[in-house]
């Protein structure tokens, strides 16, 4: 079959529309031109900013999504560079266009066999809505490519709330793909993975601008997403807390007002107490001060094997299409299943026992008539 896409050459690499038929759109301001490569990939840095919400920390609502790929060789050297753009028009997320069969993604593969992995760094998570089936994409193309592993780094998660009707299936489709550990990693986006993206894929930064500390509101908000993705898929991000040994009474400030954040976002509409009896004082961070802890990937990669995938996926669910069931039965996910009372098993046997004596008294009536 013929690819979906077309691809153009331009300046400082190329220019793809994700789908052959589309046209200069009023409704889309990226139309036609979703995916561009080289350093075509690069965006201002307000569009960055108001994107990813880097540096002071997140920026709701965010309808649209951006997203920066990188397409590596198993030793790591880099093939490709690109971003991948929503289309507002046709209602058309990114993961969508690159891992569709007969896309971007497939076919630049198809091109070149020595692409092994595949990095992400999207401003919202991947999702599996009914409208889009993101995460059903991925999971079928990895499956075409065993050879291929994936890293998705995200800077907010995207519809996993229960206020969202698709939740509790966006939640249980991202399950299904950390299940692919080691082959597929999700990790938020956080210490120099910033400053990494900062340098390749935004536009007019200088140095200083490159290099600047990452503050408390965007740290805070990294440390939520590393807690709540571990949460969602039971699979523990890849980072680590670095803390300077200088500031302990800071750093104690800072840790405090962290688990505050986290249990009030996580958990809201519970109640905390303190176990030492004492009020729990104030603790919000000022969201521009700059933060004395940094968070820094573990790894990069996860281990690559050329040749047949030796790892198997745990609990994984192949056929992701939005079950028929309503929305409210997969709001909560951890609820478990309603017993049958025990109580209904004794009756069966209190009536079966009793129709026993009923024939047995039958029968001696029958024996004294003879």
Sequence with gaps: MEPLYEEYLANRGTIVKPY?????SLDCSNCPYHIRTGEEARVPYTEFYQMFGFPYGPTYPQPKHLMFYELKTSSGSLV??????????????????????NGYFDSTICSNDGIRHIILYSNNSPCNEADHCCISKMYNFLIMYPDVTLSIYFSQLYHTEAEFPA???????????????PKVTLS???GGIWHSLLTNFVSGVSGSTVFQPILSGRALADRYNAYAINAITGVRPYFMDVLPQTKEHQNTT??????????NNVFPGQSFQA???QSQPNLTPDLRVPVIFVL????????????QNPYKPRN????????????QEAKDLRRPPVAMPVERAEITEELASSKEVDEKKKKKRKKGKN
Excluded at 20 to 24: K, N
Excluded at 80 to 101: D, I, R, W, Y
Excluded at 316 to 327: A, C, G
Aim: aromatic share 10%; hydrophobic share 40%; glycine share 6%.
């Design 296 to 307: 820094v990937p573990f790894r990069d990669l996860p281990p690559i094997h050329v040749g």
């Design 188 to 190: 938020p986006i956080s």
């Design 20 to 24: 052959y038929w589309l046209s200069f």
């Design 80 to 101: 490709q560079k690109g971003h991948a753009s929503s289309c507002t028009g046709n209602n058309t997320h990114p993961e969508s266009m690159l891992f569709e069969t």
């Design 167 to 181: 939740s509790g299936w966006n939640r249980e489709a991202l399950r299904s793909l950390a299940s692919l550990w």
């Design 275 to 277: 176990t030492s009896g």
């Design 316 to 327: 994984v669910v192949r056929h992701l299409n939005v079950p028929q069931t309503s929305f």
């Design 254 to 263: 800072a840790q405090a007002a962290l688990e505050s954040y986290i249990l």
